[in-house]
């Protein structure tokens, strides 16, 4: 069973950080890139960033500079670390996998996890 599990959502203050974990099962963590979107009420799944089995990543231009993607394959878990929040950046977090790497866009990724809720209070 192939299964994505997004942990460390939470309520924060404006400036401050939060830490998402991805933990992956049932497929060969270490062969895939593991991207994160987000997605707010209302509004369209948007890209955050990604990070490829080699270890390159991307990031959109809202959170260049802010957000970092690692990765542990011993652990079978990517990161998503989130400094200067921003009261925009409120969304459900959701964790993806795909192999091999294709793009940015959601329809691209094969697999989700169930997602978490960050939220930054101003």
């Known amino acids: 069973e192939v299964q994505l599990v997004e942990s460390g959502g939470g309520l924060v203050q404006a400036g401050g950080s939060l830490r998402l974990s991805c933990v992956g099962s049932?497929?060969?963590?270490?062969?895939?890139?593991i991207g994160w979107f987000r997605q707010a009420p209302g509004k369209e799944r948007e890209f955050v960033g990604v990070?490829?089995?080699?270890?390159?990543?991307y990031y959109a231009d809202s959170v260049k500079g802010r957000f970092t993607i690692s990765r542990d394959n011993a652990k079978n878990t990517a990161y998503l670390q989130m400094n200067s929040l921003k009261p925009e950046d409120t969304a459900v977090y959701y964790c993806?996998?795909?192999?091999?790497?294709?793009?940015?866009?959601?329809?691209?990724?094969?697999?989700w996890g169930q997602g978490t809720q960050v939220t930054v209070s101003s």
């Open positions: 993806t996998a795909n192999n091999p790497y294709r793009g940015n866009h959601y329809s691209l990724y094969d697999y």
């Open positions: 049932g497929f060969p963590f270490e062969d895939y890139a």
């Open positions: 990070i490829r089995s080699a270890g390159w990543t």
